[in-house]
Every structure is written in C-alpha cells, then in structure tokens.
C-alpha cells in the first residue's frame, strides 16, 4: 500500500471512537496520541515508553524477570503497574502493596522463565480494578509447579498506586500444569475475556517436556473466571508465544522443540478461534522445510495489523541460527514464507506489535558474532508489517535498551487486543458460569446497567433513587453526568458517538461500580 494510500486510511480509523468487525485491530489505535500499552516494561529493568515521536529508552525499571512481564498504563498513557510472576511494581517503581509472590521455582539470579507468563485484564464490573494473570516460574527439570494462577488489584489502594487485593492473590485457576504459552482474547460480546492456555502433560511426577497438546480455555465474566472447556490438538508445544490475530478470529502456535543441533524440530501451528463460543477449530500444521533453511524451532510470533500476515522469529543454536521469516496467510498452502532476517548468531526473539502500529523484536541471549554481542542491546523494528516482502523494511538497533548488565534477556511484553469490539451481529449469551468451579471475586451491588450493547437506550436500575451517574468515553473524557431520580431510568444513548464507554455510579461520592457499554 502507498505512503499516501496508508494516511488516508489513518484519518478514517481516527475519526472512529469504536473498533468493530475485521477491520478492528490494535493498529487503528495507533492512531491515538495515547494507549494503555504505551509503557513496555520487560527484564531486565528495560522500561520503553511509546511517545507520538516514536519510543524511547526510560532508564532502569524494578522488573528482573526473564521472560513473561506484563504492564498496563491508563488511557492517557500513564504507567499504572506491571510485574510478573515474581512481583507486580507500582509506578514509581516500588513493589506493589501485597505484590509479591512466592514460587518455588524462581531462578535466583534471572528471575523467572515462562515464554508468556503473565498478562493483564481490566475488570468489566470496575475501571479502578484488573486481573492479573500468571503462571509460576521454573528453573530445573525437577521444579515444574506451572499452574495458572489469578490476582486482582485494586488502583484505589495505596493512595492510588494500587495493590493485590487481600484474599484475592495468587489464585489457582486449574489444577493442571500448564505450558508457557499464554494469551486473552476480547470475548465477542465486546465485554469480557477468553484466556487461553496450554496444558502441560505429566509424566511420573515430572513435566513431559514439549508435550502439551490441548488448549484450556477460561471465560473472565463480571466477578468470576473460570475453566470452560479443554479441547485437545492433535499436535504438542510447550513453549514459543501464542498470538491471537487482531480481529481475533485466528490462533498462531510456535512450537519450539529444544532438540539436538543435528535433529532441528518444531511447528508453526494455525486455528480457528470462535469468539462467541470460546471454540478452536482447523488445526493447520506448517513445518516444511526442516533442515533446508525453513522454519526451526519457531519462538516468537505477530500477526500484521492487517491479520494478513504472520511474523514468525526461530530459535536453534549454532547450526540455524535465528531467522525472521514473513507467512503470506493468504495463501491457504501456507507456501509463501519469507527469509527477512538471517542474524548470523544464536538467539530467540518475542515479537508484538506497539502502539505505532509496527512490529518490535528483541534477541534474547545473543552471543556468537560481534553483531550478535550488540543486537541484544537494543529493540529492534518490522516498520511496515502489512507490507509483503522486503518492503515491510526490518531495521535493526532502533530502540536502545538500558545497556551494561540489564541488557535485553529476555522476552518483551505481550499484549490482548484491549480495543477490540463485539462480533458483528452480535453473540448469544456464553457467560453463564458455574461459580462453585470459578475464582470469584467480591459481590458487586445491588444495581444493574443494561443492555451492555446499547444503540438506543440504556437501562439503569438501582435500589433507591439519588444515585450519580457518570458516563466516559474511551479516552477518559466525561460524556454525561446526571442525577437517576428513579429506581429504574432508563437513558438516551442514541445521540452518544459511536464507540466504547463506562457508565459509573456513584451514590454521596462512594463508589457503586461501572460497567462497559458499547454504543454500536
């Protein structure tokens, strides 16, 4: 697509306050001077801030993980926490109230390793309120907790830094081990979350390496999460990243198999994903090309803004060395693969898209080659991923990274699609929960907004009139504040834009709750 072609397609998706249908992706929120994923805050101590001129180097945060970190700024673009499996940080850098976690298995020295392990969720009952998802860290074959667990956090804790809610920390999900491989995606409701997650296959007490071959998928829902259904895959992973695409319609797999340099192993694995129903379908298995310069042991993954594409970063050890390759999706036989990057040395690479728009990689644990040593100094950038070819433009030492002994060693934040609206057409109703095999967090009030899908009217129903009601739009911007003078009122919403919003109630300045309202 022309530079021009391109602009004019910015000025359309900026003039949209609501992110619907195929179209919709984490790019077209690019297009907004601020985003809740402005701040990349990863191990060790790297923080990364996106700025309309383009991200910079912040100095040295509090986070020593290894791999797996997770942060969240609010809609201004404001750091509000981040952490993983090991501890969650404030703003300032401090750890959180109740932040800490206790794992057997963390390693002492590079904090924990798990490719994706931690991810956070904003609450769809309280803008003050997020889930923090996260599976435990591992260092040795005979440490292998890997459970999913769950935390909530409350921002009005701590004077408004924030802190883990008490009863409310470290939550276990499943009784199952899990793999390393962990993401969200935008229930197609527009309102709450699918979490998935691979199982992990137990053998004698110990973890089967590189066994995992089933998906366990988790509905987030108003004040529960929990375990929907479990669907198996004909084929196994363990670790590598999985990404959901931006309309989250499709599930990329890297199965990355630590084999010998002589058998080079691994998978890139498609799915169908249903939004509405939480279902994976039509499993699609690509690893043609082994031991004649195709994929090996692919590890990071990122879809183009467009979904058209698929980015897939390999890892071997000296024998194939760490690629970058570009898959054409639009062609079904998966033929067209693309060599963009040969690095010449041995490493592993996480991939995900910024604010901007454009893919970021890192390189884990370079060593090999003098360009190796400095690679892994800096962030590094795919500038027009919806582009086939060479002409998506890979460009190396474009963000530097805090330098000396906190060079980039692990893996970068993964983000959810936090701006994806609701299928068209709308979903049936799949939220119902069996609480009594769900982690549920504390009872919300007695009142309701409804429906969450409001083209015309808005339902407010409360148990004695005089509450406040506030609505924002996406952006932070007040749209309307009134009195309900009525136990149940109903609200215009006909004349609001269209787009995403939170309807908070108040009652003498206590804080009742919210919930999220799209204006289709």
Known sequence: MCKQCCGVLRLVLSALTVFIGLWFSPSANALLAQDVRDHWIFGPRNHIRFT???????????LTAREGPAAISDQSGNLLFYGSNEALFNRNHDTLVNGVFHSPCLETDNGSSVTQGGLILPSSQDFQKFYFIH??????????PYKLHFSSIDMSFDGGLGGVMLGMKKQLLAESAVGEQLTAIRHGNGIDWWVLVRK??????????????????????????????????????????????????????????????????GSLLLYDFDRCTGMISNEVVYNDGWGGGGFNSPY?????????????ATYRSSLFPCNIFQVDLTDSTLSTATNLFYSGYTCSSDIEMGPDGKLYFNAQS???????????????????????????????????LAGGEFQCFGGVNSFPNYYLGPVPGGCQDTTTVDT???????????????????????TVDVSQPGVQMVVWDIMGREVERLRLSEKQQRIPSAAW?????????????????????VRP
Request: hydrophobic fraction near 35%; include cysteine.
């Open 52 to 62: 309309p001129s383009g991200p910079v180097n912040m100095g040295l945060a509090g």
């Open 436 to 458: 009594t095999s769900a982690v549920v967090v504390p009872p919300k009030p007695e009142w309701n907004i409804y429906p969450t899908l409001a083209p015309q009217l808005l």
């Open 200 to 265: 992990a296959h137990v053998e004698g007490g110990t973890i089967a390496t590189y066994t995992s071959n089933a998906f366990l998928v988790f509905l987030a829902s108003d004040d529960s999460i929990t375990l929907m259904h479990e669907q198996s895959t004909s084929y196994s992973s363990y670790t590598g990243e999985l990404k959901a695409s931006p309309a989250g319609e499709r599930l990329a797999l890297a199965s990355y198999n630590l084999m010998p340099d002589t058998l080079p192993g």
């Open 497 to 517: 834009p269209t787009g995403t919003y939170r309807v908070i109630l108040y009652r003498d300045g206590l804080h009742l709750g919210a919930k999220t309202v």
């Open 135 to 144: 599976i435990d860290g591992v260092d040795s074959d005979d440490c292998f």
């Open 366 to 400: 370079c060593v090999g080659s003098s360009i190796g040593d400095s690679l892994h100094e800096y962030l590094h950038c795919i500038e027009n991923p919806n582009i086939p070819g060479p002409g998506c433009n890979v460009n190396t030492f474009v963000v530097p």
């Open 300 to 312: 990071g993954l990122e879809f183009s803004p467009s979904g058209e594409l698929l980015y897939v």
